[in-house]
């Protein structure tokens, strides 16, 4: 068998799954299936660089694109491309790139569906590092774009342009776990002509679906959820062929592509996803009515709460409150601080989506770039704090935090 047989069609028949009408618990241990010869049950790591060719006519063929089979790990890997398929399959996207980072994935796509001219509508409650892209590099190339707030349709109605290409949005949002209405923006979004891309990464394909939604690319940091166990960083954009090539394009051509160790972590990671994302949001909403009970605590954000003010846009558009929430304490950095130097277990850092719960104090982290005023626009006083609640036993968190709860 040559490698181009077992390449393109996947494992010899009595190896292949039929996953014709397969629900999600199912894609993830299943799709993307890529056996060699040998049978190997599990996924095999390909941590090769280059290919070989049977002779010089094949390696002209394969050049020439008319015979199917690697060249170059950064054009293809046999394990990268196992991950792509299987987080495709979960995201239900027809393709999906997989990148270096999170960070890669949201470079690759703006280069690639945007260009001088164009104008672009970003939520202000993005991630830290999309905001410095945004800024810092796509403005230099004369990218004109406007921010909203991600919860006014009218604001994203009104920011729309006749240059306008790319609309981009997270929800839930950092930290204050606001929702964006994915279904009603992407309304907005095809009626100008342009494409929605949502940041998933704070629920996962196993929470929330983008592309069911009206989306049309869906960007990922596999480094959060997908990894789920902090070790690797990468990251993914899956839709439509047709928006997913051009992506494929520049990576091939700039070079930020997924190392095959990295896949190979990814794939074993999504064969958990849908459980860990059920056990992440369960802890939540666990703390979050502690702590909305607790007499030190001023505010609790979390849309798994009926007390949250788009409870019902959660329930429509999400399918578990995932695992990340903030609160906010009486007092100010001072006291804040205080709370977070009392813990013994948590994990004082800023990541999020790992086994290992985490707390931050966005006001002079995640968000110390911005200007006191700019900070209470976007609503991040210096008494909030953020958890990324992890894997330990609840009972656990809340003793680490009321240790500092009741210093206060
Ligand atoms: C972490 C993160 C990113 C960036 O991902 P990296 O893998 O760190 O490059 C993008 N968006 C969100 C919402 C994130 O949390």
């Excluded at 954000?301 to 304490?329: K, M, W």
Aim: some cysteine.
């Amino acid at each position: 068998m040559t490698d181009s047989d077992w390449y393109e069609h996947g494992a010899p028949a009595r190896f292949q799954s039929d996953l014709t009408d397969a629900a999600f618990d199912t894609l993830a241990v299943r799709a993307g299936q890529l056996r060699t010869p040998e049978g190997e049950h599990g996924e095999a790591i390909f941590p090769t660089s280059s290919y070989v060719f049977a002779s010089a006519a094949e390696a002209a063929a394969t050049f020439a694109g008319e015979r199917h089979g690697n060249v170059y790990s950064r054009y293809t890997n046999p394990t990268v491309r196992a991950f792509e398929q299987r987080l495709a399959a979960l995201e239900g996207g027809e393709q999906c790139a997989a990148t270096s980072s999170g960070m890669a994935a949201i470079y690759a796509v703006c280069i690639a569906h945007l260009q001088a001219g164009d104008h672009l509508i970003c939520s202000r409650a993005v991630f830290g590092s999309t905001n410095v892209l945004l800024e810092k590099y796509l403005r230099k190339f004369n990218v004109d774009i406007t921010y909203v707030n991600p919860l006014d349709l009218d604001a994203w109605q009104n920011a729309v342009k006749p240059t306008t290409k790319l609309l981009f949005l997270e929800s839930p949002s950092n930290p204050l776990i606001e929702l964006a209405d994915i279904r009603a923006i992407s309304e907005i979004s095809a009626a100008a002509g342009a494409l929605l891309v949502v940041d998933n990464c704070f629920c996962t394909p196993a929470a929330q679906k983008p592309l069911s939604l009206g989306a049309d690319l869906v960007v990922h940091s596999a480094t959060k959820y997908i990894d789920g166990q902090g070790r690797c960083l990468g990251g993914a954009v899956v839709g439509s062929s047709e928006l997913i090539e051009p992506v494929v394009g520049v990576l091939r051509s700039a070079g930020p592509t997924m190392s095959p160790f990295n896949a190979w972590v990814f794939l074993k990671g999504l064969e958990t996803l849908s459980l860990r994302m059920k056990a992440h949001s369960e802890n939540a909403m666990k703390l979050a009515l502690w702590l909305s009970a607790h007499p030190k605590v001023a505010k609790v954000n979390f849309c798994g709460l009926e007390s949250h003010p788009q409870y019902e846009l959660a329930q429509r558009q999400q399918t578990l409150p995932g695992g990340v929430l903030s609160f906010e304490i009486a007092g100010g950095r001072e006291e804040a601080w205080k709370l977070v130097d009392a813990t013994r277990m948590i994990s004082i850092t800023a990541n999020l989506g790992d086994t290992k719960t985490t707390i931050t104090h966005p006001a002079t982290t995640t968000h110390g770039r911005l200007s006191e005023e700019q900070r209470q626009d976007a609503g991040i006083s210096q008494g909030l704090l953020r958890i990324a609640v992890g894997l330990e036993d609840v009972a656990d968190i809340q003793k680490d935090l009321a240790r500092g709860l009741d210093l206060l």
